[in-house]
């Protein structure tokens, strides 16, 4: 089954505190990204990838790290969580390279800083 | 800036109603795509429909469809004989075939379907 997998979906962490959020998918997708979703804003892209090493920042990175080393994998690494970094996370993959299809979303992860 | 605003935060519609939900945008580009996607409580981000710019037909599926005007910048999705489970939060986004192949998102629309 074609899918964009997260872990953990729940995580409730102290103030700096180092943490990863994985994200991994199955569909050879090119291009993955990281949102952070919080009331009334939407959500926000906080890095993104086009392709295996090659990473970018989105509108919201301060805070935020991630890799690709390998194309099927995207962890998201707040090294020094805050509690303004509270939200619900979601990472999501597609294809690249102009074929702008719609984005497959993993089932996000609510983050609490306390 | 490449903006997406949904006017309506909150609507609320009777069962088997028809309801229609509000996207604009804005863009310098030619070449880009429009979704909207709805979030149930269980929070996964469900497409509902997609539309390509470069298509005059408005989009369908099933009881979904949409009414797209590229002049206007305006993406709007009707909803046909609404359904309790069409209750969620409703985002409209677009994405462009550029550089970056950016999505973005609108702020969202919560859509109550009462029984």
């Known amino acids: 089954e074609a899918q964009v997998t997260q872990n953990p979906r729940y995580l409730i962490t102290v103030t700096g505190k180092k943490l990863t959020v994985t994200c991994s998918q199955n569909?050879?997708?090119?291009?993955m990204s990281w949102y952070r979703q919080d009331p009334g804003l939407g959500l926000r892209q906080i890095y993104y990838?086009?392709?295996?090493?090659?990473?970018d920042k989105g509108d919201v990175p301060e805070g935020y790290k991630v890799s690709r080393k390998e194309k099927r994998n995207f962890p998201l690494i707040l090294e020094s969580p805050s509690p303004n970094q509270t939200s619900l996370y979601f990472c999501?993959?597609?294809?690249?390279?102009?074929?702008?299809?719609?984005?497959?979303f993993g089932q996000g992860t609510r983050l609490t800083v306390v | 800036a490449q903006t997406v605003t949904q006017s309506q935060p909150e609507m609320s519609v009777q069962e088997a109603e028809t309801v229609t939900l509000s996207c604009t945008y804005d863009?310098?580009?030619?070449?880009?795509?429009l979704f909207w996607y709805k979030q149930p409580p269980s929070r996964q981000m469900i497409l509902v429909i997609r539309q390509e710019a470069y298509k005059q037909q408005n989009a369908t599926e099933n009881r979904f469809s949409v009414n797209f005007q590229k002049a206007a910048k305006s993406f709007s999705l009707k909803i046909s004989d609404s359904q309790l489970g069409d209750t969620a939060m409703y985002f409209c986004?677009?994405?462009?075939?550029?550089?970056?192949?950016?999505?973005?998102f609108g702020k969202g629309t919560r859509l109550h379907i009462l029984p």
């Open positions: 569909m050879n997708h090119e291009y």
């Open positions: 990838s086009m392709n295996v090493e090659v990473t």
């Open positions: 986004a677009s994405r462009y075939m550029n550089r970056d192949d950016k999505i973005i």
């Open positions: 999501a993959s597609s294809p690249a390279g102009g074929v702008a299809t719609e984005a497959f």
């Open positions: 863009t310098s580009e030619s070449n880009y795509y």
